[in-house]
């Protein structure tokens, strides 16, 4: 197992022998430049183009354009296709949930009211009329 500190002591070594490799690679083409051994690789052309490459080249750019446009056809008739899949979807889905509150209502299944919700309806009910009853004594 490699410690943290290990690891910085690998890569500095691995950093130190690149750099090292580098330094000798450039000494040794200054070297040769000074003896005016490189060859100057720029001056010679290398003929080396056949006749039918171009020919290749262009079928496969159609075919490619082809194929890409086919492509965006396809993908643009999934897209249609799906969205109106999932929009006639959504709309049976609303009306079976529109059909189904509706049948609730229609089997007269209410939910009670809880007890504590009644006193609570009741006690407003009381002081509204207290209120009331204030108010009436007051203006007269």
Same mark, same amino acid.
């Given at each position: ?12 070594? #691995? +950093?130190?022998?690149?750099? +090292?490799?580098?330094? +000798?690679?450039?000494?040794?083409? #200054? !070297? #040769? ?7 100057? #690789?720029?001056?010679?052309? !290398? /003929? ?16 490619? &354009?082809?194929?890409?446009? /086919? +492509?965006? !056809? ?5 897209? !249609? $296709? ?17 059909? $189904? ?13 809880? &007890? ?11 002081? $509204? ?12």
């Amino acid at each position: 197992m490699i410690l943290p500190n290990q690891m910085y002591y690998i890569l500095l070594v #691995l +950093f130190f022998a690149s750099l +090292f490799s580098i330094i +000798f690679m450039i000494g040794k083409r #200054l !070297v #040769l430049l000074k003896q005016e051994k490189i060859l100057n #690789l720029n001056e010679e052309k !290398v /003929a080396f183009e056949l006749p039918y490459l171009k020919e290749i080249k262009h079928l496969t750019v159609t075919n490619i &354009k082809k194929h890409g446009y /086919a +492509f965006l !056809v396809m993908i643009i008739r999934f897209y !249609v $296709r799906g969205t109106n899949l999932l929009k006639n979807k959504y709309e049976e889905i609303k009306i079976k949930i529109k059909n $189904r509150s509706q049948q609730n209502n229609l089997n007269g299944e209410k939910k009670e009211i809880s &007890k504590f919700l009644k006193i609570i309806g009741d006690y407003k009910n009381k002081i $509204r009329e207290i209120k009331h009853k204030i108010n009436k004594e007051e203006n007269l």
